[in-house]
Structure formats: structure tokens, C-alpha cells
């Protein structure tokens, strides 16, 4: 669970499979499309029917999307690359590193030999904790090697003083995807803790314990967890950056806990000296001091045994994989099938030397001239923003000044870094799966916790560049794409201008929009919490994405499972207004023209927008993955995305003749930017 409010274009869900789809031509786009549809009545079965219809979840995915074809692409592409540079001789330091990682990774049989033995020292460690004042000192040890559990420790900018990194802990500590799932009641949560108990105890049970001694294990890290889910903070309070700041003094984050020697815990993670940092989460913190109080030592050596198999599955052997597919697969997300193992090692690799292997994959899958026509596509959408703050009814003078200043900082990042990141101190040894994953954790553990004392490095990326996604930073005041989602079907370099900015384009208006999000507001132009708005404006800011709120809400996801409306806002804020800003940019790239372009298979340019942005959103899910996201994403599903926005725009309803009292005419429409 990270601090860091970067507001991403989609949930972090998203996996691959199935075959590689070619790209987004003419016929793709109408093949996609359901014309027996109507477009006022539902725009989404509209533009992405056809899709739908054809493209059924592949067994081994829980979601099925136009992100997850086009990750399956960029996945196959990477799959190559590694399989090189494992074979390959002559090697560069980073081709070493990737090359052994993957073929370690994908070597089961090797790994399946080894068994549990590679987590003897691990284990050793944990049951020769002798009292809990020695738990700080064995947490930072797993802590600094990327094993979760009881709290989290990271650094991130200072909300307050964005050009500073300083050290933030937060609540943590959990197995299930959110603190809901331990305090619910209703049957379906009741349900999935009996399937979680029943998970922890298989995998007790494969460690060799007893199927009692098990039973009574897992009930002990169920008892744990749902302590510290009581003492957590709610994913929608998370979403108020004023809530999650509480800069405290070393002296009084240690008052919270005195159960816990932080002075020993810091210590043993190694972090640079500091006298105060951001304590997120206070209250979880207090919580934590009366469960350390409480919880015998035995059950504390249960819960961090289960952490670090939990957190390292991926390099034992096959009974552990399929456990853990068995519950947050299957049960979880409703996927029938784990996936093959060379796309979850593709996967690791990127996760753990992204850079490394992103920079082979920008040089020879990403020219120099995506970067330039991203960019000038970037500066389309600027202006049209530009344009619509200052059309704003409902904004003064005064806060419209601010908006355009703010504006103008926003930093564009398009591709991949300028500056690579340096894994020369990284070791990866061919053979050893467990050294591997856990040396890359400390890796990264001691490269975050360095920040701690420095100015932000702005120069940084959150995604590697393989990645399809997006996202906006606030505390940076800054816009990243990276070369993985700079492809069909979001900007095709055969296709019309209409398809590509309601592709691309919109995507570019969303992640600007996150600027002026419910959260982007908070934020000024150097990326601190510091209100620049009027009272008036702020009155009539918050009146209107209340509009938005209300809308979303009305919305269900599955069964009774509706969309959260506040817990959306800011990713329904950013559609809405992306959206917008990217029809201003296309009308206005006609009008430049001087000539209005010819019908494309029987649509104007309006019409094609609009199905530009529909088809980006095309998507299959489970039931279970539905009512995963629905409860704990900060995006709407697929066909809200584009049906929630389309009736909000009378440049929709006016491009495809849609009457009011028709389904995408929405009679109070919502109108943010
Ligand atoms: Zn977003």
C-alpha cells in the first residue's frame, strides 16, 4: 500500500494472455463494433459488442481488455528479448542480469528440486525470535528484502514540501486486497475468509505441519490481520491527501507504538538519519501498539512465516504456485487457470529489473518518432485545455489565473526515462530463484529508503516502460506514458486523426485532468498540498464533482456490487474532462486543416472519435473480478468509462443525433472541466 496519490489510467490488475492481436486497422475498428446497437441507447455495446462477442476471457485471466491485448503484444516482444539474453554470449551487464533472472525463473524443475530448503535461513531466523523486543530488528531484516507484514516503511515526497523526500509509514500488513474484506458481513466476504483461512492453512500444511497444527496457524494470522484491518484507514478517507499527512517527530511516532523499538527497526533497514517524517496512518499505529500487547510470540512467528512464503511464492515449487493460484486466482478473481509460467516470469523480470529490460525493448521497438508525435499530440491537448479553463463558467478570474499557472509546470515524460536506472550493485546469479528475488527486493528497498533527506528526483518513472499505462503524478505536477502504451489501439500512425485523439489523445486529457481532480486540486503547481483556489470556486468545484459522484453511484458493477462514486471521482473526473479536452483538440486540428475530413467507413470524424474512445475500453471480466475492482479500484469498469462519459457530452449527443429522454442523454448532466 504506497502513500503516493499518482493517479494511473487503469486498475494495476491487469494481466495477460490469449493471442497476440494485430493492429488496430480500419476493419479491426468496425469489426469491434455492434451496429445493431444504438448508439443513444448504449454506446458501449455500440463500439465494443463486436469485441466482446469475440473475444471471450482467455482461461487463464481474470479480465480480458484492449490493455490486455495490446500487454500480451508488448509481453511476447519482451519473452524474446529474454530468451535472447539468457542464450546469448558477449553479454552487457544488464543483459546478464535479465537473461539469468528469466532463465532462472523459468527453470520449475530446478526450483521444484530445491523445494522449501531455500527458506531455511528465513525461517531460522524467525523461530529464533526469542521475545517480541527482538521483532524490530527481524522486521527490518524482512522489510529490507521486500517481505511485508505488520506496517509499512517507504519514503515519498513531503506533501508539504514536494521538493523533499522524507520517510513515511503506513498501515499494512494485510493478505486480503483491503481492510473491508476482514470487517464485513455479508455472506460473500463471510465466504472468502473461510476460503482465506482454508488458503493460509493449505500452505501450512505443504510447509509440513500437522492439518490441526495448521488450522490453528492460519486462524492465528487471521486473528492478527483482522486486528490491524480494524486499526486501518478506509480506502475512500485514503483518498483525502490531508488525511494520510501527519508529519510527527521521530519521539512521537515512537509515543504510538512504544511496544515497537523504531530506533532498532531503523537501525536494521539502514535509512539515512531523520527527526520527523509523515506517519500516514496514526490511529494504525495505536492499533498495532495494543495487538503487539496482546498477540502471543508464537503467533507472531506464525503470521511472519506465512508473510515471507506468501511474499516469495513465486520462486518455490509448483504446490506453493498452484496454492496461491488456488485462492487469489480462482476464488479471488474467478480465473480458471493459472498462467503459463513464462508470462509470470516475464512478468517478475519486469517487475524486478524494469529498466534493465525496458531499455533493450525502447531500442529496438520504440523510434524516436513515437516520442515526437506523442509529444506534439501532448501539446494539442495543453492548449485545449488551456482553452476550456478559460471558458469555465463557473471559475473567477482569480482561480482560473491559478489553474492556467499550473497548467503551464505540468512536466511531460513520454517513453522512458532520460537517465536509466544503475543495477550494477544488483548480483543475479543464474540457478538461484529465491537469491534472486529477494536480492532485487533489497535492491529496491535500499534504493527508495536512500531518498529519505534528498530533494525529489523528478527525473524518476513509477511504470517500467513496457508498461500499458499512464499516469499523473501530483506531488510531481507531472504527465508519464510509457512507450508500452504508445501503440494500437491507442495512437496508430495509419489511422485518422479522430480515432487516434479519442485513443491517445483522450488518455493524454485524462492524465492532464488528474491535475484538477478532486485530489490534483489540492495540489499546486510545485506539487504541494497548498489550496490556490477562491472559496466560491472551491464551493462550486465540489458541487460539481458531487454531480459526478451521484452519477457513478448509480452505477452497477455486479449483482448488487455498485461503482463507488467518491471512490472513483478523481479517475471519473479525469474521463470526463479528457474526453472533453480531447474533442476541443480535435475540432480544432479540422478547422486548422481547412478541410473536413471524408467519412471513414460510414462515420464522421465526430463519430469516430467517440468510437476511438468507446474501443479503448472494450473488456470482459469475471463476476469475481468485477466485484474485486468495483470494491477496491479507483477506476470504473469499461462500460461505465465510456457510456458514464458520453452522456455527460452534448458534442456526443449532437455527433450521433441522440434525443433527450434517450439512455446517453443524461438530463443532469455532470460538467467539471
Ligand atoms: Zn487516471
Redesign the pocket.
Known amino acids: 500500500m504506497r502513500l503516493t496519490t499518482a493517479?494511473?489510467?487503469?486498475a494495476g490488475f491487469t494481466t495477460i494472455g490469449a493471442v497476440a492481436q494485430g493492429t488496430n486497422n480500419a476493419n479491426a475498428t468496425v469489426s469491434a463494433m455492434d451496429k445493431s446497437a444504438d448508439p443513444c441507447v448504449d454506446f458501449y455495446q455500440f463500439a465494443c459488442g463486436g469485441w466482446k462477442k469475440n473475444n471471450p476471457i482467455p482461461s487463464d485471466q481474470p479480465i480480458w481488455s484492449r490493455f490486455g491485448e495490446l500487454a500480451e503484444r508488448n509481453r511476447t516482444v519482451l519473452r524474446g528479448i529474454l530468451e535472447n539474453a539468457g542464450k546469448a554470449t558477449n553479454r552487457n551487464a544488464n543483459e546478464q542480469k535479465i537473461g539469468d533472472y528469466y532463465a532462472t525463473c523459468i527453470d520449475e524443475d530446478a526450483i521444484n528440486k530445491k523445494g522449501i530448503a531455500v527458506l531455511k535461513p528465513e525461517f531460522d531466523r524467525i523461530n529464533g525470535l526469542k521475545d517480541k523486543a527482538g521483532l524490530p530488528a527481524l522486521l527490518a531484516h524482512m522489510h529490507s528484502q521486500g517481505i511485508d507484514g505488520v506496517f509499512s516503511f517507504y519514503s515519498g515526497a513531503d506533501f508539504k514540501n514536494a521538493k523533499e523526500v522524507i520517510a513515511q509509514a503506513d498501515q499494512g500488513g494485510l493478505s486480503l486486497p483491503d481492510r473491508d474484506y476482514y470487517l464485513k458481513d455479508d455472506p460473500k466476504s463471510v465466504e472468502l475468509r473461510k476460503a482465506f483461512v482454508e488458503h493460509v492453512a493449505n500452505t501450512f500444511k505443504l510447509l509440513g505441519d500437522s492439518p490441526e497444527k495448521a488450522a490453528a496457524e492460519a486462524k492465528a494470522v487471521m486473528d492478527i490481520e483482522t486486528a490491524l484491518a480494524k486499526g486501518s484507514m478506509d480506502r475512500v478517507e485514503r483518498r483525502e491527501p490531508e488525511k494520510i499527512y501527519h508529519k510527527l517527530s521521530s519521539q512521537d511516532w515512537q509515543a504510538l507504538t512504544p511496544s515497537f523499538s523504531f530506533t532498532a527497526y531503523l537501525n536494521g533497514m539502514g535509512t539515512p538519519a531523520f527527526t520527523s517524517l509523515n506517519v500516514a496512518t496514526p490511529d494504525f499505529y495505536k492499533a498495532l501498539d495494543a495487538q503487539l500487547k496482546n498477540v502471543n510470540l508464537d503467533d507472531l512467528k506464525t503470521y511472519l512465516r506465512w508473510h515471507l512464503v506468501r511474499s516469495q511464492v513465486q520462486s518455490l515449487p509448483k504446490a506453493f504456485v498452484d496454492e496461491d493460484f488456488n485462492f487469489y486466482g480462482k476464488t479471488l478473481q474467478g480465473t480458471k487457470e493459472l498462467r503459463a509460467r513464462w508470462k509470470r516470469c516475464v512478468a517478475a523480470t519486469d517487475g524486478d529489473l524494469g529498466e534493465a529490460l525496458g531499455q533493450v525493448f525502447v531500442e529496438k521497438y520504440y523510434p524516436p518518432e513515437a516520442k515526437d508525435r506523442t509529444l506534439k499530440m501532448v501539446k494539442q491537448l495543453e492548449d485545449a485545455l488551456r482553452r476550456d479553463i478559460g471558458d469555465l463558467p463557473w471559475m473567477s478570474a482569480a482561480t482560473k489565473k491559478q489553474a492556467l499557472i499550473k497548467l503551464e509546470a505540468i512536466e511531460n515524460k513520454i517513453g522512458y526515462p532520460n537517465k536509466w536506472r544503475d543495477y550494477s550493485t544488483l548480483k543475479i546469479e543464474r540457478g538461484d530463484a529465491l537469491g534472486n528475488s529477494l536480492r532485487a527486493n533489497a535492491f529496491e528497498v535500499h534504493r527508495q529508503l536512500a531518498k529519505i533527506g534528498k530533494p525529489l528526483d523528478k527525473q524518476e518513472w513509477q511504470m517500467t516502460p513496457p508498461t500499458v499505462n499512464?499516469?499523473?503524478d501530483p506531488t510531481e505536477n507531472d504527465i508519464n506514458f510509457p512507450a508500452g502504451i504508445l501503440q494500437p489501439p491507442f495512437y496508430d500512425f495509419k489511422a485518422d486523426d479522430a480515432l487516434n485523439f479519442g485513443g491517445m489523445g483522450a488518455v493524454i486529457g485524462?492524465?492532464l485532468t488528474?491535475g484538477f481532480d478532486d485530489q490534483g486540486a489540492l495540489f499546486d503547481p510545485q506539487g504541494n498540498l497548498k489550496n490556490w483556489w477562491t472559496p466560491e470556486d472551491e464551493k462550486a468545484f465540489k458541487e460539481r464533482t458531487q454531480c459526478l459522484v451521484d452519477e457513478y453511484d448509480s452505477f452497477v458493477a455486479v449483482d448488487d456490487v455498485h461503482v463507488r462514486g467518491k471512490l472513483t471521482l478523481?479517475?471519473n473526473t479525469?474521463d470526463n474532462g479528457g474526453l472533453r479536452i480531447a474533442y476541443m483538440a480535435l475540432v480544432k486540428s479540422i478547422a486548422d486543416s481547412g478541410k473536413q475530413p471524408e467519412k471513414i467507413d460510414g462515420y464522421t470524424p465526430e463519430q469516430r472519435f467517440f468510437i476511438g474512445w468507446g474501443q479503448i475500453w472494450c473488456q470482459n471480466q469475471t463476476d469475481q473480478m468485477a466485484r474485486l475492482l468495483a470494491q477496491n479500484n479507483?477506476?470504473s469498469p469499461g462500460d461505465y468509462r465510456t457510456n458514464g462519459v458520453v452522456q455527460n457530452m452534448p458534442e456526443f449527443q449532437k455527433a450521433w443525433g441522440c434525443k433527450a429522454g434517450q439512455q446517453m442523454v443524461r438530463a443532469n448532466a455532470c460538467h467539471v472541466w
Not at 493517479?7 to 487503469?10: D, N
Open positions: 493517479a494511473l489510467l487503469l499512464a499516469y499523473y485524462h492524465e488528474h478523481g479517475e479525469a479507483e477506476h
